[in-house]
């Protein structure tokens, strides 16, 4: 059974930076495609990063040259660094899985909340 | 990037009847299109992929139709698990999402 658990979130000053985790079960993240997506408190969803089969990566415009994504084959592991964040990066990210490079989202960890506040 | 458009922004129905919700893409993007619903407090979930394409799992009485630019979630007969924010999400390039329908009980 696929299962995705965030970890990381919490409370960081503007301009701070924060990692966080996603711990996989089920399947073998370094032979996945896996994304992040974030969504505002009382608002929609907005893809953030993928990375790929093959160590590929990409970025929603809204955070490329801030936040890294990344894997550790080790543990299963997929992470999101972020840095320099900013208010409008508050938000429960979404770690999620995709079957193949088609960004359909299969499956969805339960999410962790960032809040950016001074 | 391609924008996504739901309609409408909400709706009020009764348990069993049939629901609709549009969603409509800046530009054509073939059948990448796929539909989740997410409850107040939880993860989304996938209902539908690739436009028509009933995720396992998933009840029946859902079904996705549309191509290029216009697509349709559809509810045949609403049930009280069924009371959600629904979202479209185009899958052809940078995964871009719609701003979501909330369907409420009348």
């Known amino acids: 059974e696929v299962q995705l658990v965030e970890s990381g979130g919490g409370l960081i000053q503007p301009g701070g930076s924060l990692r966080l985790s996603c711990a996989a079960s089920g399947f073998t993240v370094m032979y996945n495609y896996m994304s992040w997506v974030r969504q505002a408190p009382g608002k929609g969803l907005e893809w953030v990063s993928a990375?790929?089969?093959?160590?590929?990566?990409y970025y929603a415009d809204s955070v490329r040259g801030r936040f890294t994504i990344s894997s550790d084959n080790s543990k299963n592991a997929l992470y999101l660094q972020m840095n320099n964040l900013r208010d409008e990066d508050t938000a429960v990210y979404y770690c999620a899985k995709q079957t193949s490079t088609s960004t359909t989202f299969h499956y969805w960890g339960q999410g962790a909340l960032v809040t950016v506040s001074s | 990037d391609i924008q996504m458009t739901q309609s409408p922004s909400s709706l009020s129905a009764s348990v069993g009847d049939r629901v609709t919700i549009s969603c409509r893409a800046s530009q054509s993007i073939g059948r990448a299109l796929n539909w989740y619903h997410q409850k107040s407090g939880e993860a989304p979930k996938l209902l539908m992929y690739d436009a028509s394409n009933l995720q396992s799992g998933v009840p029946s009485r859902f079904s996705g139709s549309g191509s290029g630019t216009d697509f349709t979630l559809t509810i045949s007969s609403l049930q009280p698990e069924d009371f959600a924010t629904y979202y479209c999400?185009?899958?052809?390039?940078?995964?871009?999402f719609g701003q979501g329908t909330k369907v409420e009980i009348k």
């Open positions: 990375l790929y089969s093959g160590g590929t990566t």
């Open positions: 999400q185009q899958s052809y390039t940078a995964p871009t």
